[in-house]
């Protein structure tokens, strides 16, 4: 039999974090793998519950998050989901910064969905605040996570200063995605974007250059007559 029960996982989580206190030596504390993942399943399970505090529910999803169990972290992504829809990305950013480096490209592709989906979800203020902290956060993935949420059908405040700003970033793979995001949402401001792409066709990155092009011609040959 197993010897980790539920209380055990429950006291590690409590001891975990405050593991970084003085006095207190993490490496003494049990790798979050050693509990049994239907125990860890459980757990996350309460720690979604709305009526869970959340801050708590952070602390705990950040201890919970080192498991090395790829679908531990998965579910993890799929909570956040529901805490980003409801509270300031502030308190979520640290842990979103460390999933969104996951080795386990499962794990970052179902943290790009729970973002999209936060967005989608959450109040047009709300949405606001995250483009804002996202575009400007020093992480290259979570400002790709944005981009990428950016192609979804939802209205964002201010988007074409975002996408503005991210079509200077210094990631190619962030520029390329603008110029889909610029495609894609042409009809809500033809000018602004159109000008955004048109920026991009002199890019240095060639592979960004020859997308923003390419979008172009695409445009045109939609009749979307107002493309010079």
């Not at 989580?13 to 050693?34: F, K, N, R, V, Y």
């Amino acid at each position: 039999m197993n010897r980790y029960t539920r209380r055990t996982l429950a006291a590690y989580l409590a001891s975990a974090t405050i593991s970084l206190s003085p006095g207190i030596d993490a490496s003494m504390l049990p790798q979050m793998e050693a509990f049994p993942l239907d125990l860890v399943e459980d757990m996350l399970e309460e720690v979604a519950d709305e009526d869970t505090p959340a801050e708590e529910k952070i602390r705990t999803l950040a201890t919970i998050a080192t498991d090395k169990r790829a679908e531990v972290r998965v579910r993890i992504c799929e909570i956040l989901a529901s805490i980003l829809e409801e509270d300031d990305i502030e308190m979520v950013r640290p842990i979103l910064e460390q999933l969104a480096v996951d080795p386990d490209p499962a794990v970052r592709a179902e943290l790009h969905r729970s973002v999209a989906s936060a967005m989608i979800h959450t109040s047009v203020v709300n949405r606001t605040r995250m483009a804002a902290d996202l575009a400007l956060s020093d992480s290259e993935p979570l400002r790709l996570m944005l981009i990428s949420a950016l192609k979804e059908d939802f209205f964002c405040l201010g988007v074409t200063s975002v996408v503005a700003h991210l079509a200077e970033d210094g990631n190619p793979r962030i520029r390329r995605a603008v110029v889909e995001v610029s495609s894609v949402r042409m009809s809500e401001n033809p000018v602004y974007f159109q000008r955004i792409l048109n920026s991009l066709l002199a890019d240095r990155n060639a592979t960004v250059r020859l997308a923003a092009k390419r979008a172009l011609r695409t445009l045109r040959s939609r009749n979307y007559n107002w493309i010079t």
